[in-house]
């Protein structure tokens, strides 16, 4: 099963605003389990739409994207309303050597 996951954060003191991507495919095995398992864990994206408050203007946005064999979710949060299990997910990906990432224009 093909996963991918791409996060894009902007906002903060600099307003940069970098993606990151992570497909299960560029992971060994048992990460790309791990993977799916992170996001299946999750259980966010039907509590997206409350969570996704106006940004204060420093305040850090999230928008994590998951294609999951084709099937995309996208949800936005801000520093202060990303879930905790978001935010694990966003820190394990970081710690990843097989994600890409790139500074984008907004």
Do not use: C
């Amino acid at each position: 099963m093909s996963l991918k996951l791409t996060v894009v954060r902007g906002g903060g003191l600099a307003g940069l605003t970098r993606q990151t991507e992570l497909a299960s495919e560029a992971l060994p095995a048992g990460e790309a389990a791990e993977l799916h398992e992170l996001v299946e864990g999750a259980e966010w994206a039907g509590e997206a739409e409350a969570r996704a408050a106006p940004a204060n203007p420093d305040e850090m946005s999230y928008e994590v994207i998951v294609d999951d064999s084709g099937r995309t979710t996208m949800v936005r949060f801000t520093e202060q309303t990303l879930p905790e299990p978001i935010r694990l997910l966003i820190a394990w990906m970081d710690s990843r050597p097989e994600r890409r990432q790139s500074i984008v224009p907004r």
